[in-house]
């Protein structure tokens, strides 16, 4: 069967499983030679939700969502914030302000 249409960024996935009940579902973990799998699934309806799949010969990792689970199978997701810093600058810039903030001054 090809996945590739279940297939999603790691981001994607890690959100996914953070909104999960740890509580509600559970891993099935196996090896297949150099392929490690590792499935989650509901507790309550036996349904596959998603997978990870990691290929330790070609170090790579491929994430997939089969199905959404139930709503007492979720928690609400955590907020995020993601912040990009794209030059040495920016970098810099981020550090000295964090800095000033410990500091009780002002940026």
């Given at each position: 069967?090809?996945?590739?249409i279940?297939?999603v960024?790691?981001?994607?996935?890690?959100?996914?499983?953070?909104q999960?009940?740890t509580?509600?579902?559970?891993?099935?973990?196996?090896?297949?030679?150099?392929i490690?799998?590792i499935?989650?699934i509901s507790n309550?309806?036996?349904v596959?939700?998603c997978?990870?799949?990691?290929?330790s010969?070609?170090?790579?990792?491929h994430?997939y969502i089969f199905n959404?689970?139930?709503?007492?199978?979720r928690i609400?997701?955590?907020?995020?914030c993601?912040i990009?810093?794209?030059t040495r600058e920016?970098?810099?810039?981020?550090?000295n302000?964090l800095?000033?903030?410990q500091?009780?001054?002002?940026?």
């Open positions: 069967m090809d996945n590739s279940y297939e960024e790691k981001e994607d996935y890690k959100t996914f499983i953070q999960l009940d509580e509600k579902t559970h891993k099935e973990e196996f090896w297949l030679e150099q490690h799998i499935k989650i309550s309806t036996n596959h939700l997978s990870r799949i990691s290929d010969e070609l170090e790579e990792e994430y959404y689970p139930n709503d007492d199978e609400a997701p955590k907020p995020v993601t990009n810093l794209d920016e970098v810099q810039t981020f550090f302000a800095s000033k903030l500091r009780g001054e002002k940026p």
